[in-house]
């Protein structure tokens, strides 16, 4: 019956991948919403079909389970008890979904093609690797590791504009941006047959859970938690087994990529030029003998340097 | 019979959420591997039924989707013709299904309990939303959108330090640790109601989609595409329909935020200290002078001052 009622709104449930979703899971997905993010694996490219919904705590359940995945237009087909024997049901939109009223028996969410579902993670994976594909762009085919380098660079100081300016618009804008770029050297990545996306994940997911024992352990009393040294505990244990593959640090223990003026305001504040230990000869000397006496005169370089330049460009308007 | 062969293996599919799986889409992910990621949205978090598999390819496909998700040692329960009228079926782990030889008429994936589902996007998102929770790691509640800030840097130069020294092992890492960072982000904007980690997806995504129009649009002329000229005048558009909240740049069009140092090579490069434009006095004014001569004898001044401080750094040791 319910592939019938489903085929008068051109879906076949016989011929789609289905995802069948239970009431119970909904109900849980929508306790604590501000935190439920993940909570509910649901993709919003294969249809849904779920059982009965009776209780308003359900609707509201399912409306901020929706909301987290379809756009608010995107339209739902309920039976309700009303509606009973079924004549086909009704179409309710995803934004509607909260004020239903009737008893619901089922309710069939009819997928989104790819190209809108825009929601789920994985389509940006699948469009950045359709790009890359023969078909694809060619300018995107025609990046590296390497050429992709300084647009990290990039990206990551158009999100810290976003946090000091408090835009959080653009912030949300400068992490997708940011997370394309993750999804790119992912992408080059297996296809040169080093790792995948999801190796990614899983690194970095088995590790968050690995430095959390007392959150997802046992060892869960919370009161006088020293975390930090637990952190280091489970580093060193970490370390022991191998598990991290750090790529060397400098001698200073700073990346050696981190730009040269923040490396070494962060390296004459531990070690001041002394008369023993004066600058190298040179430009490159001229500069640290400069930056060590603002840092001594208690001033960061980096917003000496900035304010000076500053004045620069707005006197050369 | 399904359901009853399932519950053999303490799988009860009546009472659990349940994916329902084409062995046509499976066959279709399967295609062209090393450019599949994202074309199949799986989650290893519900079980997955599936119909007849008959053909080597078929099985070939199935491992390499179930490469993606699973861990190769997840077992999988399959029913052979070999195995009718079923006594049961037999379990065989991912890692040996593309060396299947019988015809399967039906195969039931378990699923992985989500601390141990870590190829999932779902799973971290998750695990940051747990961890931020009111029982969740007192030292993750603490963070918010400026201390955060910059542990994006921090994390960027590593991810480029994995670059520079061609470790790709250590860049999956990085580009985790970034992730992790995105999400954090996401998970701090979503409790104070700014945006979801979905409203980001969703941006890029359609951003993505709306500049590739001669991939994902009718206006596929390949041949020759001036890709560069096509995104200037998608950006037009965007920018016309208020689609972009770019934050404000500073007058030299650079971040706000990027490093001095960097900004002032960019500046300078464009535009000289003249007699007319001397630098600005005191010790910025100093700095600024230095980097003019650096980049008038055709050098990189980060990479002197970075000699410099490695000189500096050797002799301290």
Chains 1, 2 share one sequence.
């Not at 993750?182 to 590790?207: P, R, S």
């Amino acid at each position: 019956m319910l592939a019938e009622i489903a085929a008068t709104r051109g879906l076949d449930l016989r011929d789609d991948n289905v995802q069948i979703l239970l009431t119970k899971t909904v109900r849980e997905a929508g306790k604590n919403n501000r935190f439920a993010g993940g909570s509910l694996p649901l993709t919003p490219r294969w249809p849904v079909v779920m059982d009965a919904l009776r209780e308003p705590v359900e609707f509201k359940a399912l409306a901020s389970v929706l909301n987290r995945h379809y756009p608010p237009d995107h339209e739902l087909l309920v039976l309700t008890t009303e509606d009973y024997p079924p004549e086909g049901g009704d179409d309710i939109r995803v934004r509607d979904v909260a004020h239903l009223g009737a008893d619901v028996l089922v309710a069939v969410i009819p997928s989104l093609p790819i190209l809108d579902a825009h929601r789920d993670p994985r389509t940006l994976q699948h469009i950045v690797a359709r790009l890359r594909a023969s078909d694809g762009c060619p300018w995107d085919r025609k990046q590296t590791t390497q050429s992709l380098r300084n647009a990290l660079i990039d990206e990551v100081y158009e999100a810290l504009d976003a946090i000091d300016a408090g835009d959080m618009d653009n912030l949300a804008e400068e992490l997708g941006d940011l997370g394309l770029l993750i999804m790119m050297h992912a992408q080059i990545a297996e296809e040169a047959g080093h790792f995948t996306l999801e190796d990614v994940y899983e690194g970095i997911t088995a590790k968050v859970i690995r430095r959390h024992p007392h959150v997802f352990g046992d060892d869960s009393n919370h009161d006088d938690l020293d975390v930090v040294g637990l952190w280091k505990r489970v580093k060193a244990e970490e370390k022991a087994a191998g598990k991290l593959s750090s790529t060397e640090k400098a001698a200073d223990g700073q990346p050696r990529s981190m730009p040269a003026l923040t490396r070494a305001a962060r390296v004459l504040q531990k070690h001041p030029l002394t008369p023993d230990q004066p600058a190298p000869a040179g430009p490159g000397g001229e500069m640290l003998a400069v930056i060590a006496g603002i840092i001594a005169a208690g001033d960061d370089p980096d917003a000496v340097l900035r304010d000076a330049l500053n004045q620069y460009v707005s006197e050369s308007d």
